[in-house]
């Protein structure tokens, strides 16, 4: 996975960061309006990718700090030169894994992931070793697809492009 994200894939993402921003302009909206981030929060971004939602919770915790962590130093670099531009000075970017990364205990507020998390290899290992930077009382807001077979906007897309075949779903598409 981490050789994938750090190289081809995170390329792809990089190179059409604008266009996949834009892909989720409903979602994300509505993601970012029901995460209750406040002024002076600590944030943590898993699988932060070019690094909107990250740039999103900073304007939110002006007063606070965000940590975006990600796979692709090709992603981070993008998401750091647009933090910059941004003006925002509240955020930092660190490439490594979720699943091992050394988290400063109990050092966060708010745990956030706007489709990041659903890529953990081993999702015990990452969200135990998350827990451990996490305040005791704080919070965590995921943003993921479910199973296929639970999305009804991808049945009904399938449904309409087999047109009555039998078609197969690829392995990744069920997940």
């Known amino acids: ?79 750091r030169c647009q933090s910059e531009q941004e003006g925002l000075t509240n955020v930092r970017y660190v490439q490594g894994d979720a699943q091992v990364h050394p988290f400063e205990p109990e050092g966060f507020d708010i745990v956030i992931s706007s489709f990041g998390a659903m890529f953990f290899v081993d999702p015990v290992a990452a969200f135990i070793n998350v827990g451990r ?10 943003l993921a697809w479910q199973r296929f077979e639970n999305n009804e906007w991808l049945t009904e897309i399938f449904g309409a492009v087999a047109a009555g075949r039998d078609l197969r779903l690829s392995s990744w598409i069920r997940g």
């Open 133 to 142: 930077g996490l305040r005791g009382n704080g919070r965590i807001a995921f």
């Open 1 to 79: 996975m981490a050789a994938a994200w750090d190289g081809e894939e995170g390329d792809e993402w990089t190179e059409n960061a604008e266009r996949y921003d834009a892909t989720d302009r409903w979602i994300g909206a509505r993601f970012e309006a029901l995460v209750d981030i406040a002024d002076g929060d600590h944030v943590l971004d898993l699988g932060c990718g070019t690094g909107k939602v990250t740039r999103a919770a900073a304007r939110r915790a002006s007063s606070g700090s965000v940590l975006g962590i990600d796979l692709s130093s090709r992603m981070l670099d993008h998401a």
